[in-house]
């Protein structure tokens, strides 16, 4: 969630209305998991809590180790319009190729009337072995990009 409250607001419901199905089924066991600490809470079961306290510190601590973050990252910047599904194709294209993106940024220069100007870049941050494959790629579909490599942690 910190990567989307990170983001620009504007492209996040377009992303959770392609992936409702997904969605719906995580919060779905979310709601069920928190259904059943509320209980061991309302019943002051604190064996219980300090087990699931536990259990979620040693899954914390999994997840972090588990999750070793590139050395070198790369900068993808490629020029988009404001229309429907432009992100989700430019998404899609590194979800083709297995491609996690690290981090993303979509931005966009105000005009001379304080609006927003329709033509905005997004930024995708990506690990650097990956990145001239997406590049091409984002390129071969029609997009205007740039690509900065070797940035290091």
């Not at 194709?89 to 083709?96: Q, V």
Request: charged share 30%; net charge negative.
């Amino acid at each position: 969630m910190t990567r989307i409250a990170s983001g620009s607001p504007d492209m996040w419901p377009d992303v959770c209305l392609q992936n409702s199905t997904e969605i719906s089924v995580v919060l779905a066991e979310l709601i069920d998991y928190l259904g059943k600490v509320k209980s061991l809470v309302e019943k002051g079961d604190r064996v219980s809590i300090l087990e699931k306290l536990v259990e979620a510190k040693a899954g914390r601590e999994v997840l972090i180790r588990s999750k070793a973050k590139p050395s070198k990252l790369a900068t993808i910047r490629i020029r988009v319009h404001d229309r429907p599904g432009e992100l989700l194709e430019i998404l899609t294209l590194a979800k083709s190729l297995n491609i996690n993106i690290e981090d993303l940024q979509l931005t966009h220069s105000p005009t001379e009337d304080g609006s927003i100007d329709e033509v905005g870049t997004l930024h995708l941050v990506i690990d650097n072995k990956d990145s001239e494959k997406l590049y091409d790629e984002i390129i071969q579909s029609g997009y205007m990009a740039t690509l900065e490599t070797e940035i290091g942690l």
